[in-house]
């Protein structure tokens, strides 16, 4: 027999092959898929056409799958299968689930919030690729147009209009002094409280953007300063020697301070934590991202 090039086998015509081939009778795989026997009936004498070939014999009240169905047989089950794969795959994938996400971040951009909302989404995402990578604003962006990173973590400035952002926090900015400064002990200090300091910041390198920031809010507020860079490590030891002050985000408190050295809160001093995403739609794994850093900001919020 002669199988027709533009016939097809349906995955509703390999269920009924392998029921009958199971219960060994059409009666009962009629029951187990929920149909009518002359439908199920019917559905082998298409599928056998199809094929070319007998799928059973009888062998008194029971079919039998003939010998050269067998193997057919065995390949339905592993089509129906891959079948079941397959759905639970897009499952997966529709969740969140697989897939990659690769995050672009600021250098030294709230080191705490993005462990904590990377950790939780590797529990719950365990299968997604995760990739992270240093970029500067403008590299972040064009990452973003180029598809080359899926979401990216910045301060203070907002991406172009044509990047999905949001603001998850603002960041309050702090003093880092040496335990022995004029300023140490207080509760919080003002911006003017920096005149005539030595202030260590991020390179510019690093933080074209922040540098900016910082240069102005000195100059808005008529405060005269010494400004330096350095390498985070470097912006930490050369605090703790007392060799400088540094302004800092909060969050570094908890992983950036070494013995001797205090956080004091800039009064009115705080600046955004935006995170954006690709243009068009957002894919399932970065849904799930944003939503672990949205619980990440509740969780990492001082009391």
Known sequence: MHISPDSGVDLRLLQALV??????????????LRIAQPSLSRQLRLLERRLGLPLFERAGRRLRVTAAAEPVVESARRALDAAD???RTAKRAA???????????????SPVLLVDALA???????????????????????ALREG??????????????????????AEQVCLVVRDDHRLA??????????A??????????????????????????????????ATLTNIVAAVAAGLTVSVMMRSFESILRPPGVQYIPVEGWAIDLIMSHRPGQESPTVQ????????????????
């Open 19 to 32: 029921a009958i081939a199971d219960e060994a009778g059409v009666s009962a795989a009629a029951e187990r």
């Open 185 to 194: 002990g207080k509760e919080s200090v003002r911006i003017s409280d920096l």
């Open 288 to 303: 799930a991202f944003q939503r672990e850093m949205a619980l990440a900001v509740d969780r990492t919020r001082p009391t």
């Open 85 to 87: 794969e397959v759905l």
């Open 196 to 229: 005539g300091e030595t202030v260590t910041f991020f390179n510019r390198s690093d933080q074209p953007v922040g540098h900016r920031w910082l240069t102005w809010a000195l100059r808005t507020a008529g405060v005269r300063t010494t400004l330096q860079e």
């Open 120 to 142: 939780s989404f590797r529990e719950h995402h365990p299968q997604v690729e995760t990739t992270i990578t240093e970029l500067v604003d403008e590299d972040q962006w064009r």
């Open 95 to 109: 969740d969140g689930q697989l897939g990659r996400l690769a995050i672009g971040v600021l250098p030294s951009c």
């Open 148 to 169: 080359t990173i899926d979401v990216a973590l910045n301060l203070i400035e907002p991406p172009p209009s044509d990047l999905p952002h949001q603001i998850l926090t």
